[in-house]
């Protein structure tokens, strides 16, 4: 009877123990998104938080930033020392205005629908690209978007010419590389827990470019942790 | 004497039976039902309701049953020490098994001719793929549901054709969805409207609704789909016509610079390859 008693002891503490572990690992999983998360750098601008977030956009992330996945398409954040990091999950602060700069240093893709050619969710409802302002950029010369559905931000991000001379092969990318520059500005609101996107299926090699870097958490997808 | 026993437990089973499902299925039908899933939120989710009350209704009786004989069996028929021995044979009884097998195909056929009535008043929200035979009647808006991973666009072909990533429907009036897909295999969830259709690259498949009065409602995909799935998920608006009128050319205006790169308006579409990927 004491061993019965003891054996079903040992089951529940057990089935505890496998059940914490799991939940620590989702809960990593999902806060995470495989990588610590980067603090972007906060100034404050007449009594109102403002958010310089620059962000580039890799055909191929290379072996230093991703032993693994060299050849997976990838998204990186600056910190402020200049150096590019393979960080997807991003600490803003709530009520801010962000600023938003992305160096594209791929070609197109393509998007797959339409609708998000259409810069939605930021100032104006426009980017500039390499200093131009567009309300619109012709769907098949989308490399990327950047997308925060729970905003309704979407940006399309513009390519790097197919024929375009010093391409970059791997990042980190110099800036002396062919690239796009794109900005646009949106706001955060309340505190919460956003994910982003890219909206191109632009995985290269994989079955109608879903695969890879697209199912992958942490390549062309992260998290807004908003503070 | 072991005869008057059985009957004796069998006595008290149907009467312990007959007690607690006089009283739980009351309760039920006219307490429970009314907070059943999904709601009040369209036609199809009220007509939802009735037939979930319905039916849970009717099978509170089997449930009780089966908790009377469990509890009873637990509690009488327990071993209390002393040798282990073999209970009495066991010996067909026509009577019950004429009963058990009529009384169960009665209502196995009644709920399958109920739910087969339902469904075919306009299909229960339901998807019903490309050639709907439960088609209600009258005038209805058709409105294009795109899934994409991760995300659920909505196109207007009767407002131009015009595409948003935000649900708004125009309240008291007959929805006619088509839900679509761009890449894999989602499924269009409108939980408070009653309305669940699966969503498949080159399929039209069409779900009718009936708006009320004007709420919100969550969106959700239904069907695993990728890296994102667990965050596909949105919220939607009934609004009066009249607001619905105006929201909808503000956003012919918004998305106005996108227009011209639209495809014109059709049932599915096949997007080209991507220049790249495979």
């Known amino acids: 009877m004491r061993a019965t008693g003891l054996k079903l002891i040992g089951v529940i503490v057990g089935l505890a123990a496998a059940g914490v572990l799991i939940g620590l690992y989702v809960a990593k999983l999902t806060t995470e998104a495989g990588s610590a998360a980067y603090t972007v750098p906060v100034t404050t601008r007449g009594g109102h938080k403002v958010v310089d977030l620059r962000i580039e956009t890799v055909a191929a992330v290379g072996p230093q930033l991703s032993p693994g996945h060299p050849d997976f398409v990838s998204y990186l954040v600056r910190d402020t020392q200049g150096k590019w990091l393979r960080r997807t999950v991003w600490r803003l602060p709530a009520d801010a205005t962000v600023h938003v700069t992305i160096y594209n240093f791929d070609g197109a893709s393509g998007l797959r629908n339409p609708l998000y050619a259409r810069p939605q969710g930021v100032d104006g409802n426009v980017m500039t690209v390499d200093g131009k302002t567009m309300d619109v950029l012709p769907p098949d010369d989308a490399s990327h978007t950047f997308a925060v559905p729970a905003y309704g931000l979407v940006v399309p991000v513009a390519p790097v010419a197919d024929d375009a001379k010093n391409q970059c092969d791997y990042a980190p990318c110099a800036m002396s590389t062919a690239h796009r520059t794109i900005q646009f500005t949106f706001h955060t609101g309340k505190p919460g827990h956003f994910r982003w996107q890219c909206f191109v299926p632009c995985a290269a090699g994989w079955i109608d470019g879903f695969g890879g870097p697209m199912q992958t958490i942490g390549y062309m997808d992260g998290f807004l942790n908003v503070v | 004497m072991p005869e008057r026993v059985s009957e004796s437990h069998g006595r008290r089973v149907i ?121 209600p009647k009258g005038h209805k808006i058709p409105v294009q549901v795109i899934a994409q991973q991760w995300q659920f666009t909505y196109r207007y072909p009767t407002y131009g054709g015009v595409e948003t990533p935000e649900l708004v429907l125009p309240a008291d009036s007959y929805i006619e969805l088509h839900v679509t897909s761009l890449d894999a295999i989602h499924s269009f969830w409108a939980y408070e409207l009653g309305v669940k259709a699966d969503a498949n690259p080159g399929v039209d498949n069409i779900a009718y609704v009936k708006t009320k009065g004007p709420r919100t409602f969550h969106v959700r995909c239904a069907e695993l789909c990728g890296l994102w799935h667990g965050y596909m998920f949105d919220n939607g608006r009934v609004v009066p016509m009249a607001q619905f009128t105006a929201w909808i050319k503000a956003q012919s205006r918004a998305f106005a610079p996108v227009a011209k790169y639209l495809p014109k308006y059709a049932d599915v579409y096949y997007p080209d390859p991507q220049r790249r990927a495979g």
Do not use: K
């Open chain 2, 15 to 135: 009467v312990a039976w007959i007690v607690l499902s006089v009283v739980a299925t009351p309760l039920v039908a006219f307490v429970l039902g009314p907070h059943l899933p999904p709601g009040n939120g369209s036609a199809q989710a009220s007509e939802q309701v009735f037939d979930n009350t319905w039916i849970t209704a009717i099978v509170t009786p089997v449930v009780c049953l089966l908790v009377v004989f469990f509890v009873y069996a637990l509690t009488q028929f327990r071993h209390r020490g002393g040798a282990l021995v073999d209970g009495p044979p066991l010996r067909n009884d026509s009577r019950v098994q004429i009963w058990w097998i009529s009384v169960t195909s009665l209502v196995v056929l009644f709920l399958a001719g109920f739910g087969t009535y339902e469904l075919l008043q306009n299909g229960s929200g339901g998807g019903q793929g490309p050639d709907p035979i439960a088609i």
